[in-house]
């Protein structure tokens, strides 16, 4: 009998039903059984706590009763009283204070008298608060003349002997009255402290039999659940047994399987049943259960989450085409992050697909196979990887074809030792923060001066690593306290830009060697006009003469045209420039023009405005000053110097206080642009905003001992000066 009832009932309940069951039970057993027996036990524990108290009290009135008897008789005999009045004083004391207690109201849970434990305010007493209190009331009004007694009751006389005094006399009334008051009040007394224990037991009795039927109600609740349990897990196990074949041959087509299966029901929650696959695409094991979004929730984006659960949700929509949503799945390709161990992620690649599961034509499940496409994934990615890198290669020779052979070796051995001087401010040690300062300013020197030649020369992919190398200066020299972590990040930078200039410079040998090649079988001789030097990486190639002019001449159209104006350079003398000064020159005439173009030269349109012709003026003249040394002049028609502006942003970015900016003369002013990381730019761009091209022009100029003066007309010219003493000559910079 009890088989078939557990038969019929255990296929309506699964393992979370049957412990649903088993919980509802539970509570049941603490709501009917455990919470009344706990309020009854508490009651039953005030009860005899009421009763002792109470108990304690019916003494004290056959006490006091005793004191005034034995005074009566001691003052009849003159007697010693004080031992009776203070055992009266002591008697009368304690029954107040208990009838204090006992007519006092209460929590509910002293409330045994009349059993109803719900009521507040209800004293010990119960009804025989009002009786007792008027009783000791009456009583107590007696009491009160011999209680406040003092002194001796007695006199001695010469004829008579010892005699009651007057207060003696006073004191003898006293007690007789009260001795006539406690005949009718000290009996009535007793007999409510009497009344009182009575109900109190009663009470107690009642008490302790409603918790006896409490626990046997818990004992019979406790062995039907037991039994009921035994059932249902007799009965489950028996369904275990018929199912474990079945089982076990979809466990082996799970297990066999390579892709992740299973189910997923209308509440998105994943089935009992899935692939040993899974397990090991996943790192994990608790699947069974688990609602589809905790599976994705930490392996990929929130974003692809939210996408991916909308998808799915479709899929239960009978007006959905399976085949045409299935075009739009977001988990067709997935990278997910799983843990490999060691504390250590694994990036894999995954592809969901999902097939509607139907059961007499109406959708049940959703059917989800999950294979990893790692492999696939980088493979394209490598055959990606080659197509860009070949397409770079490609980029960077058409890049360098059109760049003169003399500019180009001069930028790859320039560029060669801003390298080594970049590499060795890295590894120079430094604890003060101003060395730390000192190193950013020259590292940001160093890499401007190898972008604005890269720039000068249309070389893109050489300018857009040191824009980006730079990206990362400005970062570092916006923070408030650097330390030598701070600089690590920059050697990966650095690493990729030498990279790419020795792979840049390694074309360049190689085309090298196809013209010395190309030469040598045609002119036999050839290869004696043409030298060809390995030297990190780069070729070492003939000093160039005229072709800087030219070289600027490309920068001032490039950054012209990316700008929206319009210029034209003029340069004069640079066929002059000795081999000392090559370098320090061309750097500042390529900072001179980019500067000149973003800061000086107006826009088209304000250009005619002001009555100026379209193009704006140029002009980079070098002179050889004999004994005095060297003289490179840099000016522009554009808008001139602002002192105003010029404040204003230095106010901006906290390099003076508005104290300091009211007392700074033209001179002054002028010499905040030579400062590093000062720009008037708002937001830079990688021809100007640094605060590097002037602080570049310093530098130099330190380097060698010149001086830099400025000149200009607000809406007319601005005319930088370097003067450049004799070769090999050292001193320190001036900005006037």
Known sequence: MNS???????????ASGLMVLVIVLAFSFVAIVLIPGLELASELADTSIALKFAGQQQRNPALIRASLESMHDRLTNRGYIQESLDQLRDSTAKLEAGLREMTAPRPASWFALSGDTSAKGEPISGKHAAALRELWATQQEALQPILKFTGVPYQDNETTGTVLNESGRQLERDVTAALRVGRRAIPQLDAELMAIVAELQTNNARSATELRLVMLTGLLIAIVLGVLVATLLLARKRQDASLREARQQTTDILRTVKDGLFLLDENLVIGSSYSSALEALFQRNDFAGLH?????????????????????????????????????????????????????????????EFHRVRVDGKITHVLVAVSDVSARVDLARELQSSQNQAQAQVD???????????????????????????????????????????????????????KGEAAALGL?????????????????REKSDLSGNDFLPLVIKLDDLLTHLQSVGDLVSRLARLHVAASSSTEAESHTDTAVIEHGGSPELPKPDGSLTSMLQQLTTRVANENNKEAALQCMGFDTVPDEYRRIVKDIAVQAVRNSIVHGIESTTDRV?????????????????????YKLIAEDDGQGLSTDKIKEAALKKGFITPEKAATLDAKQTFSLLFQPGFSTVEHATKDAGRGVGMNLMAGLMQQIGGKVSVATVPGKFTRLTLSLPPAKRAGNTEAA
């Open 4 to 14: 078939r009832i557990a038969r019929s009932l255990v296929p309506r309940f699964s």
């Open 292 to 352: 589809f979004e905790q599976l994705l929730k930490d392996v990929v984006s929130e974003k692809t989450l939210t996408t991916a659960l909308k998808f799915v949700a479709v899929l239960w929509s009978e007006r959905t085409k399976e085949n045409l949503v299935k075009t739009i799945n977001p988990l067709g390709e997935v990278e997910v992050n799983v843990d490999a161990g060691h504390g250590k992620l694994s990036t894999r690649y995954l592809q969901f």
């Open 396 to 450: 960077t020779l058409l890049g360098i074809l059109h760049v003169d052979p003399t500019q180009l070796a001069s930028f790859l051995n320039d560029s060669n030792a801003a390298m080594k001087m970049i590499n060795a401010v890295l590894r120079e040690p430094a604890r003060e923060e101003s060395a730390f300062r000192k190193k950013l300013d020259t590292l940001f020197r160093q890499v401007h001066s190898v």
């Open 460 to 476: 893109s992919s050489i300018e857009s690593r040191a824009h980006s190398f730079e990206d990362d200066l400005k970062i570092l």
């Open 609 to 629: 405005n002001t009555g100026k012709p379209t193009y704006g003026q140029l002009k980079l003249i070098f002179q050889e000053l004999g004994d005095a040394g």
